[in-house]
């Protein structure tokens, strides 16, 4: 009888193991997914439909549902998506999202009744949702009839090329922001991101969005100048506030004009303003991007007016090769062991005049003899300049002849220049073009003339860059303009 038990109990156990052996392994349980509210927010009355966002911790693994309740707030007008229904909004979730989200947009009442708060309040999911810790959610309704206006600090702003200190424009808020917001920042110019950037950075626009955050007085953004060694001008840039979003509004100092000074040129020479008792006459100055001279334009009223526009060309070593003005005047230059030893005056293509060049043994030109051409050939003598230097280089003395007959020379004029001081000359006295002789101001002048002779000085003033702007004389006066 045991035998018989044991045999059914043993078949009973073999059929068991086979049925069980035959089964699917339990599938595993996913993980639940764990969703909280992110920071409070600051919105506009007016926005328009303001996205309300629930995080995850990890993408949903499996579909459901997450439920809202409106806590507080029940008394402003504003309308969800999804609506809610009781007081509370349902919003569907898809296996794999990584987060929740809901629509809200207040409405505007024209009214100014101050900021609102509403609460929002996450109060279970289905299954496979669990809450995390920030299941309250703030959302400050800003009163648009009080929010913060926003002006710029300054209307004008400059600053040079290699400045090595950063360059911040500011942005006042008038009585700080009452919650958060934005400010979009328009940049108006020419190549605008060959010469600048900031930070916040622009985009393809160049526009740049600059947070405010709540509390706020001022907010400011960094210009970023790039510095590229060349000369080329000084730029002009506007920055606009074209939009603002949040606690602020654009206001009435909403463009400010910024100059870029270009290194290279800041402080070169620009115009010389001459008047005497003759007339006026004003000679203004330009630069390749080498920062050598590129035109002189001359204009003289004394009483009629005169003008004309004198271009420099330079050869492959960087010399002055020529000067050419309309209708086709031209200075030749011509050089030896890197000197300038001859210059001839062209009308069309024909040679009208010249001068040679000799110089002392520090390399200071000495003496200039003018010639004039005729047209049969011949060479005529017209004037001669003999020149001699101060220890410091700067011209001392200056005597002009004319000719007397049988090859000689008869002295009509000198002039004596001493007491210079230390300041830069920008329009000095040139020999010929590209070649100054007075490096600094002579404080006196004595002039000989035909037997008589003449002592004046000067009165310089100058800028707070330490430029001269005024010179004068009893003669003569003198206005100085830079770039």
Known sequence: MKTTKFFYLSLFLVFSLACSSDEEPLAPIPLPVTMEFPADLHIMEEAADHEIFINFNRPATTSGSIFVKLKTGH?????????????????????GDTRASFFLKPEENGLMEGNKDLVFELIEGTQGFL?????????????????????????????????????YAEIDILGEAPGEGTLEIKVEGEAVSEFLTTVPPLDENNVLELPVSAGASRVQFEIVLKNDQILKAHQNFTFKMVRATGA?????????????????????????????????TIKTITYDASGRISTVKIES??????GKVDTYSYN?????????????????????????????????????????????????????????????GEDIPKTMQVYTYHSDGNL?????????????????????????????????????????????????????????????????????????ITRESPFESYSFSYY
């Open 131 to 167: 809450l995390g810790n920030k299941k309250l959610l703030n959302i400050t309704i800003i009163d648009d009839e009080q929010a913060a206006k926003a002006d710029f600090s300054t209307i004008i702003l400059m600053s040079i090329e290699d400045n090595p200190d950063a360059t």
């Open 301 to 306: 009223y004394t009483p009629d007016y005169y």
């Open 396 to 468: 001392k003395t200056e005597v002009s002849y004319i000719p007397s007959g049988n090859n000689s020379w008869k002295q009509e004029t000198s002039h004596t220049y001493s007491n210079y001081d230390s300041k830069f000359n920008p329009f000095p006295l040139e020999i010929i073009p590209g070649h100054p002789v007075q490096h600094n101001f002579p404080g006196a002048v004595e002039v000989e003339n035909s037997g008589s002779s003449t002592s004046y000085s000067f009165a310089n003033e100058y800028n707070f860059d330490g430029f001269i």
């Open 248 to 280: 602020v509004v654009v206001g009435d100092l909403n463009s400010m004009s910024f100059t870029l000074l270009d290194d290279e040129l800041y402080g070169r020479a620009k115009s010389l303003e001459t008047v005497t008792s003759a007339g006026k």
């Open 75 to 95: 008394d402003i007008p504003f309308q969800t998506t999804p609506p809610l229904i009781g007081q509370e909004m349902e919003i569907d979730v898809r296996k």
């Open 316 to 376: 492959g070593q960087g010399q002055l090769e020529f000067i050419s003005s309309f209708p086709g005047d031209v200075i030749l230059f011509h050089y030896e062991n890197g000197k300038v030893v001859k210059t001839e005056e062209l009308q069309g293509f024909f040679v009208t005049g010249y001068s040679l060049l000799e110089y002392n043994a520090s390399g200071k030109i000495s003496k200039k003899t003018n010639f004039e051409k005729k047209p049969g």
